[in-house]
C-alpha cells in the first residue's frame, strides 16, 4: 500500500496504460477541475471518487453519465482531467467520451479491468484495476477494485497538494490495510443475509437509502437488485426521501438503510424513524456494535468499522449477497440476467 501510495505499484503494474499514477500525479494535483465519465456501476464508483477527491484533495468533481455527456455539448478544458472508467474496457459510451474529451484537449486517465481492452488504448494514462475477469455480467468485484484505486488517488493527490494531514493519510495506509479482512468478514454474514433475502424474495419493490459516501452504495444496491433479480429498486440519499420517495412508504415497501456509524449518522437515524413512522420495513446496513438503529430496524446487518472514506468497500458487499440471493430464490440467472451485455458496444 505505501509503494502504491508512491505510484509505483499501479504504474509498475500497468505496462499498457502507460504512465500511471505516479507520472500523472503532478498533473493530477494542478487540474483544475477533474471530470469523471462512466456508465452503471462504474459511473456509481465515480460518484464515490467525487465524494473522496472533493474531501480529500480539494479538487472540484464533476461525474457524468457517459451516455448522457457524449450526446451534450459540455464544456471540457484543456487543463482538465478525465476519469474514465470501466470494468469492460468496451463500453461505447464511455469510448465515445472520452473521444469527446480528448477532442478539447483535455487530459484522459482510464480505469480499466481488462489489459488492452479498447478504453485502455484510447486513454492517455490510467491504471489496471486487476480484479480478474468478471464471471457474471453484472460487476461486483469490479466496483470494489475501481473503488480502491479511486481512493488511492484522491489521497495521492491529497498528499501532493497538502490538503490531507500526514496523521489523516498515515490512519487511511493503515485502514486501508485492513479491508481485505474486513471483506472478508462481512462476507461470512452470507447466511444471515439469504435468510433475510428469503423474507424479501417476492417484494416488488425495494427502496435504498444512504448519506454521504453510502449515497453512490444506496445506488448501487438497487442497481444489482435491478439487475439480476427483476426487481423495482430506487436509490435515494436518504435526505432525499422527504422530497418525494417517502409518498411511497407502507408497510409494503422494504427499505435498505446503509446507515455505518459516520458523519451523518445522527441524520440516518431520523431518517430510519421516518420510515418506521410510516410502517416501513427497515434491513438497516449498521456498524458492529451500534445499538440506536438495531432497536428500530426490522433487520440489522453488522458490518465491520472503518473510516467514512473507505466504508463503500465494506458496505457494498452485503447489498451484493442480497441481491444474488433473492435472485437465485427467484429463479433468474445471475451470471446472465436478460436484456445485459457484458460489453455494452452499442
Ligand atoms: C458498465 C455497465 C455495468 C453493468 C452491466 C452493463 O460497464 O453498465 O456497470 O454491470 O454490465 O455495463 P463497464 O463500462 O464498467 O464495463
Avoid at 469523471?36 to 453519465?65: F, K, Q
Avoid at 488504448?121 to 484495476?129: E, I, N, P, Q, S
Avoid at 480502491?148 to 493527490?157: C, D, E, R
Avoid at 426521501?241 to 451523518?264: C, F, N, R, Y
Amino acid at each position: 500500500i505505501l509503494d502504491s501510495m508512491r505510484g509505483r505499484m499501479i504504474a509498475e503494474n500497468n505496462h499498457l496504460m502507460m504512465g500511471g499514477i505516479r507520472e500523472y500525479e503532478n498533473k493530477f494535483a494542478n487540474a483544475q477541475r477533474i471530470l469523471i465519465v462512466a456508465c452503471g456501476t462504474s459511473w456509481h464508483a465515480g460518484l464515490v471518487a467525487e465524494y473522496l477527491i472533493e474531501d480529500l484533495a480539494r479538487i472540484p468533481v464533476e461525474v457524468e453519465y457517459a451516455s448522457e455527456f457524449r450526446y451534450r455539448n459540455p464544456i471540457v478544458n484543456e487543463n482538465d482531467i478525465v476519469i474514465a472508467i470501466s470494468q469492460s474496457g468496451e463500453t461505447a459510451d464511455t469510448l465515445a467520451a472520452i473521444e469527446l474529451a480528448k477532442s478539447k484537449g483535455a487530459t484522459i486517465f482510464g480505469i480499466c479491468n481488462v489489459v488492452g481492452s479498447s478504453i485502455a488504448r484510447a486513454t492517455d494514462a490510467g491504471a489496471y484495476t486487476h480484479a480478474g475477469p468478471e464471471i457474471g455480467v453484472a460487476s461486483t468485484k469490479a466496483f470494489t477494485a475501481q473503488v480502491t484505486v479511486l481512493t488511492l488517488i484522491a489521497m495521492i493527490i491529497g498528499s501532493k497538494r497538502g490538503t490531507i494531514e500526514t496523521s489523516k493519510l498515515h490512519q487511511l495506509i493503515a485502514e486501508l490495510e485492513q479491508i481485505p479482512a474486513k471483506v472478508e468478514e462481512t462476507l461470512k454474514l452470507d447466511k444471515q443475509i439469504e435468510e433475510i433475502s428469503a423474507i424479501y424474495k417476492d417484494a416488488t419493490n425495494f427502496l435504498y437509502l444512504g448519506r454521504g459516501y453510502n449515497f453512490p452504495v444506496a445506488l448501487e444496491g438497487a442497481l444489482k437488485l435491478k439487475e439480476i433479480s427483476y426487481i423495482h429498486a430506487e436509490g435515494y440519499p436518504a435526505a432525499e426521501m422527504k422530497h418525494g420517495p417517502i409518498a411511497l412508504i407502507d408497510e409494503q415497501m422494504p427499505v435498505v438503510v446503509i446507515a455505518t456509524k459516520d458523519s451523518s449518522y445522527e441524520k440516518i437515524v431520523s431518517n430510519v424513524q421516518e420510515v418506521k413512522a410510516r410502517k416501513g420495513k427497515v434491513i438497516a446496513v449498521v456498524t458492529e456494535g451500534d445499538t440506536t438503529i438495531p432497536a428500530m430496524a426490522d433487520h440489522v446487518i453488522e458490518i465491520p468499522e472503518t473510516s467514512e472514506h473507505l466504508m463503500p468497500l465494506l458496505s457494498v458487499v452485503p447489498l451484493q449477497l442480497l441481491s444474488y440471493h433473492i435472485a437465485v430464490m427467484r429463479g433468474c440467472n445471475v451470471d446472465q440476467p436478460r436484456n445485459l451485455a457484458k460489453s455494452v458496444t452499442v
